[in-house]
């Protein structure tokens, strides 16, 4: 079969000029502000998203943007750390075909999205007047852009609503979705003589108010679509994709949901070539040609679902390579090995079935199941597994050594009837071609959840007792688990325990194994610490007195609950003394001016406590008056005088008081007659 040679030599050059050569170590810019460039909320010393593509495409510093090896021509890699966006664009600047709201990548550069979002902002009305209608990102010919693990929304533009590229453009985990071609083509990507490989992404809920409402690939240029969803996109002609003058390869991929009034799914003319290997094309919509609209184009399927009709304007050579199911018989199927007329068994809705994109389930009926070509299978480009990441062929009892037709490969490895490679769960960052190929059918290992970190008061000598739980472990097969726990402590079982943990912080390892033999591991940190003050004593013990000095005794100690290793300091008039020693000072009987002992204690993380004694005053003496009959009698005398002045005093006031009231009378009497004497005299 001629085909597959060819398209293994076509497959082998579109894996190598998006790959690229072998690079050196990147230049890395790390955005820290989510804040749009040139914006009031960007800082001098920040490094903004669209800094750190201007350092790229300048190999210089910019701002905040640095690194030690700018000026050594890149490659160029811009982090954007997990959870800092999203990064909402309001400006933009002219770019080839209308405007872009970053600057245009020239050179060789790669975004790690982190799962963080770019967006146009969602206020912006699309069409809007000219200077809010913009693109995400574009790519310049000659130039590379990998974007990983990212969303770009909201883009609108007059053709490539969220990337348009004539260069080479990766794209891996990535969700381009409600953008728009307002006056052109590529809704969501539009891939302009470049070269584009897109993998385990989803282009859904894109429009173009011409061509391609999702990706539109034109101009000799070259796309991969690999294990990536397209659905649920809009557009006068190729709802999903539009492949005109170009070559676009799908693998392992689903085109579901798009609509359009020719080519729901897929539009392919204009001496373009299309190869659908190992796919699935189901519930497009269109006037003419609901899964696929062909005119002037040729066109390769193999190991490919279609449930949907095709439009042939002509029909292409090579159109069949064998092991192809259609729900109709409209797309051209002759080869032996193909299915048509008969229900696909497949869902009729595309839902997460494993995998890091959408899929339609494929049921236990499905005529696909066992169907496939295994050559085709295993191809450059298919690799082996389905869309989700999982083993082709499944291994499951049926079919030995065939793989199924579709984006999905059943597997049903408990004889239930139900596909067990929904399980599968791949990181959408990461490529599954090699290191990421899962057989749903295998016992797989079991996933060990140690718990999380852990902080711990010591309460002991011993530490502070843990507790261990790790029942968030869990086997894919629903398994019974054993568990085993290792650390300072030595060794425990038991999916939770309690141990003690000493001081610091330690690594404490956990192991569970299934019926099987598989082993999963985790591990969490666990942190002891001595937050308590310790306990410090002080005391002075007079133990002697010899004439006007003392002998006192120093009484001083210190204690703490979890470090046996505490420094004890004591200072006793100035000068240091320990627990025991006998000093000698001067006596004394007022307490103000007692001499103090000052003890302090420090542990071995810090803490620290302080404990202070005052030494014990002397009794005060009493000093007794003599007492001879000449002291008595003056003592007698005094006593005698005083009783005799206060009794003077007590006689003067009386005759004063009666003097002062005599005058008092007289005077009122002489005030009558003076009145009355007037009165009769005139």
Same mark, same amino acid.
């Given at each position: 079969?001629?085909?597959k040679g060819l ?6 050059? *579109? ?5 690229g050569?072998a690079q050196?170590?990147p230049?890395?810019?790390t ?5 749009e ?20 495409n300048a ?11 700018v000026g050594?021509?890149?490659p160029?890699e ?12 309001e400006?933009?600047e ?10 245009i ?6 975004i ?11 206020a ?12 995400l ?5 000659n130039?590379?852009?990998t ?5 770009l929304?909201n883009?609108c533009?007059?053709?490539g ?8 453009l ?7 979705s ?6 052109g ?5 539009s891939?302009?003589?470049?070269n ?6 989803t282009?859904a809920d894109?429009r173009?108010s011409d061509?391609a409402?999702?990706? @539109? ?9 690999k ?9 006068r002609t190729g709802?999903g994709l ?7 390869t799908?693998?392992?991929s689903?085109?579901?949901g ?7 799914? *897929? ?7 299309l190869?659908?290997?190992g796919s699935?094309i189901a519930?497009?919509q269109?006037s ?5 609209y062909? +005119? ?8 490919? *679902? ?12 090579n ?13 051209g199927l ?7 007329n ?6 009729g ?5 494993g995998?890091?994109?959408d899929?339609?389930?494929v ?12 050559a085709?299978?295993?191809m450059l480009?298919?690799d082996?597994i ?5 083993a082709r062929p499944?291994?499951?009892a049926?079919?030995?050594g ?25 990181d ?13 059918c295998?016992?797989k290992?079991p996933?060990a ?18 507790t261990?739980?790790g ?6 097969e629903g398994g019974a688990?054993? @568990?085993?726990w290792s ?5 425990a ?5 309690a141990?003690?943990?000493?001081l610091?912080?330690a690594?404490?390892g956990?192991?569970?194994?299934d019926?099987?033999g598989?082993v999963?591991?985790d591990?969490?940190?666990v ?6 003050a310790?306990?410090?004593s ?10 006007d ?15 046996g290793?505490?420094v ?5 008039n100035g ?6 020693d006998?000093?000698q ?12 002992l000052t ?8 803490n ?5 004694a ?7 003496v009493?000093v ?6 000449r002291?008595?009698r %003056?003592?007698?005398y005094?006593?005698?005088w005083?009783? @005799?002045r206060?009794?003077?005093?007590? @006689?003067k006031?009386?005759? %004063? ?7 008092h009378? +007289? ?7 003076i ?8």
């Open positions: 079969m001629l085909w398209s293994h030599l076509r497959l082998l050059a *579109i894996t190598l000029l998006a790959a050569p050196a170590a230049t890395v810019f955005v820290d502000t989510a804040a460039r040139n914006s009031a909320a960007d800082l001098a010393t920040n490094c903004t998203l669209g800094d750190a593509l201007t350092a790229a190999d210089a510093a910019v701002d905040g943007c640095s690194h030690p090896d050594t021509g890149g160029f811009i982090v954007l750390p997990a959870g800092s966006g999203p990064f909402v664009l400006r933009s002219t770019a080839s075909k209308g405007r872009v709201g970053l600057p990548v020239r050179s060789n550069v790669t790690r999205g982190n799962g963080n979002a770019i967006e146009r902002n969602i912006f009305a699309c069409p809007d007047p000219v200077a809010d209608e913009f693109r990102l574009e790519v310049a010919r130039a590379r852009l974007v990983e693990d990212l969303g929304h883009g533009a007059l053709s609503g969220a990337v348009h590229s004539a260069g080479q990766v794209l891996r985990g990535v969700l381009i409600n953008n728009a071609a307002t006056s083509d590529g809704g969501g990507v891939n302009d003589g470049g584009a490989e897109i993998v385990d992404s282009i894109n173009a061509e409402g999702g990706i @539109y690939n034109v101009g000799d240029g070259i796309l991969v679509l294990r990536s969803t397209v659905a649920r996109n809009s557009s709802g539009q492949n005109s003058f170009a070559t676009a799908l693998l392992n689903t085109v579901s798009n609509s359009a009034t020719e080519g729901g799914g *897929i539009a392919n003319g204009g001496g373009a070539a190869t659908v290997l699935t519930t497009n269109a003419q040609g609901q899964g696929l062909n +005119y002037n184009g040729s066109i390769t399927f193999a190991n490919t *679902i279609l449930a949907d009709r095709c439009f042939l304007l002509a029909k292409p050579p159109l069949d390579a064998g092991h192809n199911l259609e729900r109709r018989n409209t797309c002759t080869a032996a090995t193909s299915i048509v008969v229900s696909t068994g497949i869902s809705l595309l839902a997460d079935n995998g890091p994109t899929t339609h389930e049921v236990a009926s499905s005529p696909a199941i066992d169907a496939g070509d295994p085709t299978c295993a480009g298919v082996g389905d869309q989700r990441g999982v499944d291994g499951d049926a079919g030995a065939s793989c199924d037709i579709g984006a999905v490969e059943f597997a049903d490895c408990d004889g239930n009837g139900l596909d067990d490679g929904g399980e599968i769960r791949l959408p960052s990461l490529d599954a071609d090699a290191n990421h190929v899962l057989d749903a295998e016992d290992p996933v959840m140690a718990g999380g970190d852990q902080v711990l008061a010591c309460s002991s000598a011993a530490g502070a007792e843990a261990l739980d029942s968030g472990s869990s086997d894919p688990l054993t @568990y085993a650390g300072p402590f030595g060794s079982a038991g999916e939770t325990t141990v003690m943990m000493p610091g912080t690594t404490v956990l192991q569970v194994a019926a099987a598989n999963g591991s591990e969490l940190q942190t002891v610490e001595d937050t308590a310790p306990t410090a002080a005391g002075l013990e007079r133990i002697a007195m010899n004439g000095l003392d002998d006192v005794k120093v009484q001083a100690s210190c204690s703490d609950v979890c470090d290793s505490v004890t300091e004591a200072l006793f000068a240091s003394v320990a627990d025991g006998v000093v000072i001067q006596g004394f009987e007022d307490a103000s001016t007692a001499p103090v003890v302090r204690c420090v542990d071995a993380s810090g620290t406590a302080e404990a202070t005052a030494a014990p005053a002397r009794d005060p009493v007794e008056p003599p007492r001879d009959s002291w008595e %003056w003592q007698a005094k006593a005698r005083e009783a @005799y206060a009794s003077w005093e007590a @006689y006031k009386a005759k %004063w008081e009666a003097c002062r009231q005599r005058i009378h +007289y005077r009122k009497k002489a005030h009558r007659m009145r009355h004497a007037r009165s009769r005299w005139g």
